[in-house]
Nanobody
Framework: EVQLVESGGGLVQPGGSLRLSCATSGFTFTGYDIGWFRRAPGKEREWVSCINRRTGNTYYSDSMEGRFTISGDFAKNTVFLQIDGLKPEDTAVYYC??????????????????????WGQGTQVTVSS
């Protein structure tokens, strides 16, 4: 069974950086994406970014302003989300999730929650002085 476990969240001052980790297990093929979402207090869950396991290609939400960098160390089954220049409005629970929209011959970048099948439990990021 696919499992995902996030870590790396915490309390950080505005302007700081964090690197979130998503440890994955249970995949038996490479046709999947690992995505990051966040849910801020009182707001809907929001797609941040994803990385395709098969190609290594990365994709970002246009609204993320270039402060987010996704990467993967697939030898260690881990995906990272680097967040720089943190702002109070980045305060949220960050989730990683797995989507299977890559058949090898057809690919659709998964940007919606409903496209993701497995989810981690989330890690809290709080940006405050």
């Amino acid at each position: 069974e696919v499992q995902l476990v996030e870590s790396g969240g915490g309390l950080v001052q505005p302007g700081g950086s964090l690197r979130l980790s998503c440890a994955t297990s249970g995949f038996t093929f490479t046709g999947y994406d690992i995505g990051w979402f966040r849910r801020a207090p009182g707001k809907e869950r929001e797609w941040v970014s994803c990385i395709n396991r098969r190609t290594g290609n990365t994709y970002y939400s246009d609204s993320m302003e270039g402060r987010f960098t996704i990467s993967g160390d697939f030898a260690k089954n881990t995906v990272f989300l680097q967040i720089d220049g943190l702002k109070p409005e980045d305060t949220a629970v960050y989730y990683c999730a797995a989507a299977f929209t890559d058949s090898g011959t057809y690919y659709r970048t998964p940007t919606m929650s409903r496209e993701y099948t497995f989810w981690g439990q989330g890690t809290q990021v709080t940006v405050s002085s």
